[in-house]
């Protein structure tokens, strides 16, 4: 723990994830003249692989974390698809590896015949919750189609612990899109079970000395958690025993805090890694985080006009993207819905200021 931090009284409003100064009302830090800078982070608290060393320049936004030992080895004989992520240039490669998991799963459950993915998915979920999986929110497979009075039409499923998938084919008519993104979140969900894709001890232990081999890091770097492989390897060890797709739905929420700038101010805040991570390793992703860090955009929207649509444009290119690929979406996802509640707190505050007649 750092010697300078700021009493106990008052670290959860450090740990907030608006990334401005002063206290609000609510005890939410913000400021109401944020610049448009503001956003790009530095070196984040918890590195994505792609993060985990300073660059010179203002970064991109960082991408999700693809560790190659996260994904690798589960899928053999069925293609760089059995991961759910492939080359988006070979989707010919995803459909038959999708199609191969589906069939075998229809035959070690249901025997021979065609199987309805999207009640294979339920039932799927369900026999977890009832062997014991902790779920909190329940077992209920949730569909969301795209708005679209033609094809191709697109169809979205969040797990119950929070993964999103997509359909990734062409889909001609709304239940072909819902049985597509079905059959990605199927093979997913079929291969986070294998013993492969848990966390254990010799997977930190290789994942660290990629990330090591990757940076040109030291080992004492890996033992110390006030740097960025030292945090990611206390993210690991933090979370031993879970499946990938679980250590993914965690990363998810430090990667919108990278995402959103509040990784940095809360360094400026003077917040040790240790803090933040304790902190929101224990926190999910909700309706409140998510308002934050909507006002945060709206602020930089009143700052430089065009700064959200400049943004949403970004995000969904990354987010078709990811999907045609058969990708993990709940990070670029999540920075849609984010961006789309600011568009409506801007209108919303907008519509307030207008003269009344």
Same mark, same amino acid.
């Given at each position: ?10 670290? *959860?409003?450090?740990?907030? @994830?608006?990334?401005?100064?002063? =206290?609000? %009302?609510? /005890?939410?830090?913000?400021? $109401? ?31 999700p974390l693809q560790l190659h030992s996260l994904y690798g080895g589960v ?71 795209? *708005?679209?009075?033609?094809? @191709?039409?697109?169809?979205?499923? =969040?797990? %119950?612990? /929070?993964?999103?998938?997509? $359909? ?28 492969s894709r848990r966390i254990t001890d010799d997977f930190i232990e290789k ?151």
């Amino acid at each position: 723990m750092e010697s300078n931090v700021i009493p106990d009284s008052i670290r *959860p409003q450090r740990l907030q @994830p608006g990334i401005g100064f002063g =206290s609000g %009302p609510t /005890g939410t830090l913000r400021s $109401s003249s944020l610049r448009p800078g503001v956003t790009v982070p530095v070196a984040p608290l918890l590195p994505s692989p792609a993060s985990l060393s300073a660059s010179s320049g203002p970064p991109p936004p960082p991408p999700p974390l693809q560790l190659h030992s996260l994904y690798g080895g589960v899928g053999a004989g069925l293609g760089p698809g059995a991961g759910g992520h492939c080359n988006p240039g070979n989707p010919a490669v995803l459909k038959e590896a999708v199609e191969a998991v589906v069939r075998s799963f229809a035959k070690h459950t249901q025997g021979y015949g065609r199987v309805n993915v999207v009640e294979a998915l339920q039932e799927f979920w369900q026999m977890k919750l009832t062997r014991g999986a902790d779920l909190r929110n329940g077992a209920l497979v949730v569909y969301e189609m795209v *708005p679209s009075n033609s094809p @191709p039409y697109v169809c979205y499923v =969040s797990l %119950p612990g /929070g993964s999103c998938f997509g $359909s990734f084919q062409f889909c001609p008519t709304k239940a072909e899109a819902r049985r597509s993104a079905a059959k990605i979140a199927l093979m997913n969900s079929v291969f986070n079970e294998h013993p492969s894709r848990r966390i254990t001890d010799d997977f930190i232990e290789k994942s660290v000395n990629e990330a090591l081999a990757s940076f040109n890091g030291n080992r004492e770097e890996a033992d110390n958690p006030n740097t960025g492989i030292g945090a990611f390897r206390f993210m690991l060890e933090s979370n031993k025993g879970k499946s990938m797709l679980e250590f993914q739905e965690l990363m998810t929420v430090f990667q919108l805090l990278h995402w959103n700038g509040s990784l940095k101010a809360m360094r400026e805040r003077q917040c040790s890694r240790q803090e933040v991570l304790a902190h929101y390793s224990h926190r999910a992703l909700d309706d409140d985080m998510r308002t934050q860090m909507a006002a945060d955009w709206v602020n930089r929207e009143q700052s430089v006009a065009g700064t959200i649509a400049q943004e949403l444009a970004s995000t969904e290119r990354e987010l078709e993207d990811a999907r045609l690929a058969g990708r993990e979406l709940r990070f670029y996802k999540e920075k849609k819905d984010i961006l789309m509640l600011a568009v409506g707190q801007l209108s919303a505050a907008n519509a307030a200021t207008l003269p009344s007649h």
